[in-house]
């Protein structure tokens, strides 16, 4: 089993910037791809950004230019630097790993970017 536990949501105004930060315990030798997803109000959960063992990444068209994904494999984070958010970046971001056999989720973390 893998535990992931998220950080660095908050209330920022838009055109600002934040930092998430996740960090992966337990089973993690077997953790290939981390990433980033959202789900705002009444809409299905959605694709933001995803990075690899070896650094590479993928990014939704939304955030692309504005949102960079990085991970640390000696430590097991994955960190999400959002800048020139935009109301619509408004949701709770979870964290994600991913291994040949499973997909874990973390608990969330809400940003919210006022207008």
């Known amino acids: 089993q893998v535990q992931l536990v998220e950080s660095g949501g908050g209330l920022v105004q838009a055109g600002g910037s934040l930092r998430l930060s996740c960090t992966a315990s337990?089973?993690?030798?077997?953790?290939?791809?981390l990433g980033w997803y959202r789900q705002a109000p009444g809409k299905p959960r959605e694709f933001v950004a995803i990075?690899?063992?070896?650094?590479?990444?993928n990014y939704a068209d939304s955030v692309k230019g504005r949102f960079t994904i990085s991970r640390d494999n000696n430590k097991y984070t994955v960190d999400l630097q959002m800048s020139s958010l935009k109301p619509e970046d408004t949701a709770v971001y979870y964290c994600?790993?991913?291994?040949?056999?499973?997909?874990?989720w973390g608990h969330g973390t809400q940003v919210t970017v006022s207008s």
């Open positions: 990075v690899g063992r070896g650094g590479n990444t």
């Open positions: 994600n790993a991913a291994s040949e056999y499973a997909v874990y």
């Open positions: 337990g089973s993690t030798f077997g953790i290939d791809v």
